[in-house]
Nanobody, 125 residues
């Protein structure tokens, strides 16, 4: 089983930046696509970003396009999420996951995938 651990969350003012990291231990990330989701209090979990293993293709949720950048280092089993121009609407717990798939525009984690424990991002106005 792979264990995923997020880091880099915190409190930032609107307009600021944060960089989240997700480290896989136990073994490499599972599946071809890994990514990030987030969940704000009282809201459904939302897809944020995804990236493929080999050619680094990326996908982003509409609300973060142009502001967030996902990357991965396969040699180190680390995935990063650079978040720029943050706003209060980005406040949420951010989760990394592996073995992602999608149906149409709906992203989900396969039953064989893993989730991290989450890291809190709070953006003050």
């Amino acid at each position: 089983q792979v264990y995923l651990h997020e880091s880099g969350g915190g409190l930032v003012q609107a307009g600021g930046s944060l960089r989240l990291s997700c480290a896989a231990s136990g073994r490499a990330f599972s599946g071809y696509i890994v990514g990030w989701f987030r969940q704000a209090p009282g809201k459904k979990r939302e897809f944020v970003a995804a990236i493929t293993e080999d050619d680094g293709r990326t996908w982003y949720g509409e609300s973060v396009k142009g502001r967030f950048t996902v990357s991965r280092d396969n040699a180190e089993n680390i995935m990063n999420l650079q978040m720029n121009r943050l706003g209060p609407e980005d406040t949420a717990t951010y989760y990394c996951a592996d073995d992602l798939n999608r149906t149409g525009t709906t992203w989900f984690v396969m039953s064989s995938g893993s989730w991290g424990q989450g890291t809190q991002v709070t953006v003050s106005a």
